[in-house]
């Protein structure tokens, strides 16, 4: 492949941006890792910030906040630093109606369950029904904002998925072409060869081998990130039988339905001492479904945030919170019932609760570890619970109502509770079942959806940390005492519980 021309000369605030990120690079400081790659004209490849290849000549660098950006100028992936491993970023702003399309669309994109979907303009015109724009408008705002179309964003995800398909797991070449949404494997070395001008079996190392049943796949994030305090909150509500904690690792069952069929097993995700990345293994069950497993497991542990946008409007009021991050989930549903059974009553007590409902409708499931044997109920399971049943776990009725409506609701496809659903519809959904108020519909776009902005105006753990709780509406004067968090209200109530601690 030739390599890249140069670009015309920028103007002087985009200059002045890349002088800053060419610093980065020098600095290769992990901060910045995802928020922009660089494309090296004399080679030909792009880069993360982070990559440990000789510094290049400034002159040589091109900028892109998007992987997409870079193959679309020319630039092939760098094989050290596999951009694909980097944390997402997305260049978006709440300014304006069409960077909220955008990063709508961009969100429906990054779903894995979406890349499966038709090609060319049967796929674009669907993702612009759905978010109630015309195609012509949508591959609009794609140009103007990012400089590429829909397709082009959509394969250049595809790609670097199955490059780590490819590289760090056993998957056979056909499994990685489907897993990576292409309709054949004929399709897929084509796009493949095209793109990056190798045979995908060329991207095959040594080393790909189980260990201990799982295989073994490296997930980027960007610095800081306060570990011991993500993994404390999911120690104080873990599941016996579904999930454990142990020292910097999480384990946890999970079952994946889609498509392509049911998947079930376990994954370990275990935090890297020496570098900011997170060594995620997965069963066999999982392979075939492991795009979605990353996703989940980048969302669960809130991968993709950039530190530097939420704590340059949150660190002024929490100064020692910079590295917190937002507990995400694996599934939206199980996190929607988990916060059911934890309406107004401790942690301690939501869980009994909930390892109740696991070890009576959770079907068992073969791990490596002793105890840890058990999914979650799945929605149609709980949406069959009587109320007996649930009562003699110590559920009272009002709870026993909501989860069995949450259920039947998810199961009759009319409530999507995964992180690419609309906020706004899912907010107003929820909050016409029974049982579920504006609390637990708020905790769960926080956490489910992981819309950013979410903000539990009633939560009484909120009100005394901002210290208006003995108000006449402690709720109002919590959204009044808010805003200056914007649009980061979610992370900020993450830092005020942290603060009670």
């Known amino acids: 492949m030739s390599t890249a021309p140069h670009s015309p000369a920028p103007p002087a605030a985009a200059a002045d ?55 679309s100028a020319g630039f092939r992936p760098c094989l050290r630093c596999r951009p694909e491993l980097a944390p997402q970023s997305a260049p978006w702003t709440l300014q304006d109606a069409g960077a909220i399309l955008l990063r709508q669309a961009l969100r429906l994109l990054d779903a894995p369950e979406a890349w499966a979907e038709p090609e060319g303009g049967a796929l674009v015109a669907r993702l612009a029904a759905r978010l109630g724009i015309s195609d012509r408008h949508l591959r609009r705002i794609f140009e103007a904002a990012l400089g590429i179309s829909p397709l082009q964003y959509l394969q250049t995800r595809r790609l670097l998925t199955a490059k780590q398909l490819l590289t760090d797991t056993p998957l056979p070449v056909t499994q990685v072409a489907l897993a990576s949404g292409f309709a054949s494997l004929r399709r897929f070395n084509a796009a493949f060869g095209a793109h990056y001008g190798l045979n995908p079996t060329q991207l095959r190392r040594e080393g790909t081998a189980q260990q201990n049943g799982g295989h073994p796949v490296h997930l980027g994030y960007r610095p800081p990130l306060d570990v011991a305090a993500l993994l404390d909150f999911f120690a104080a509500r873990r599941i016996h039988g579904l999930e454990e904690v142990e020292g910097s690792t999480l384990r946890r069952t999970l079952r994946l339905a889609g498509g392509a069929g049911v998947h079930t097993g376990w994954l370990e995700a275990r935090f890297d001492d020496t570098r900011p990345q997170l060594l995620l293994r997965v069963s066999d069950g999982l392979l075939p479904a492991l795009p979605q497993v990353i996703a989940r497991v980048r969302a669960l542990l809130d991968l993709d945030a950039d530190p530097a946008a939420i704590n340059a409007v949150l660190h002024p009021f929490f100064p020692s919170g910079d590295g917190l991050r937002v507990p995400g989930t694996l599934d939206g549903f199980e996190l929607a019932v988990r916060a059911v059974l934890g309406q107004q009553i401790t942690v301690a007590a939501a869980r009994t609760l909930a390892e109740r409902l696991v070890r009576q409708f959770g079907a068992p499931v073969d791990t490596p570890w002793p105890g840890l044997d058990r999914l979650f109920p799945t929605p149609a399971v709980l949406a069959a619970a009587d109320g007996d049943a649930l009562g003699q776990l110590g559920i009272v009725r009002q709870r026993q109502a909501a989860i069995v409506a949450l259920a039947r609701a998810v199961d009759g496809g009319q409530l999507d509770l995964s992180a690419s659903a609309d906020v706004e519809a899912t907010l107003a959904a929820l909050r016409q079942l029974p049982g579920i108020g504006d609390w637990t519909a708020q905790y769960i776009a926080l956490r489910a959806l992981r819309w950013p902005d979410a903000f539990p105006a009633g939560d009484v753990a909120l009100h005394k940390a901002l210290g208006v709780r003995d108000q006449a509406q402690p709720a109002r004067a919590a959204v009044d005492a808010a805003q200056a968090w914007r649009p980061w209200r979610g992370y900020g109530v993450i830092r005020a519980w942290s603060s009670l601690v």
């Open 17 to 71: 941006e890349d002088e800053a990120r060419y610093l980065a690079l020098k600095a290769r400081d992990a901060r910045f890792d995802g928020r922009f790659f660089t494309g090296v004209t004399s080679t030909g490849i792009y880069c993360r910030p982070v990559c440990a290849v000789r510094t290049p000549r400034r002159e040589n660098c091109r900028f892109f906040a998007l992987a997409a950006q870079a193959e």
